[in-house]
């Protein structure tokens, strides 16, 4: 599916320069830099859950608890 991205000339020079030290193109950058703005969200996400979880129950393990568990 083909998409059209604006620039402007110093958005533009910036992007093609980021994209000739790096070794990509310039699609390839953009789908990167999108997933992984996606991924970024999910996990910003999943670690507020987390706190949320962990403020409600606040339960901890030693760490020589967690050693001893995982034989380290």
């Known amino acids: 599916?083909?998409?059209?991205?604006?620039f402007t000339p110093e958005e533009e020079r910036l992007v093609k320069s980021y994209?000739?030290?790096h070794g990509r193109s310039i699609f390839d950058a953009?789908?990167?830099?999108?997933l992984e703005d996606i991924e970024d969200e999910f996990d910003i996400a999943e670690a507020e859950e987390a706190i949320?979880?962990?403020?409600?129950?606040?339960?901890?393990?030693?760490?020589?608890?967690?050693k001893k568990d995982l034989d380290l």
């Open 1 to 6: 599916m083909p998409y059209s991205v604006r």
């Open 19 to 21: 994209c000739a030290v």
């Open 30 to 34: 953009l789908r990167r830099a999108i």
């Open 52 to 66: 949320k979880k962990f403020e409600a129950d606040p339960v901890t393990i030693p760490w020589e608890r967690v």
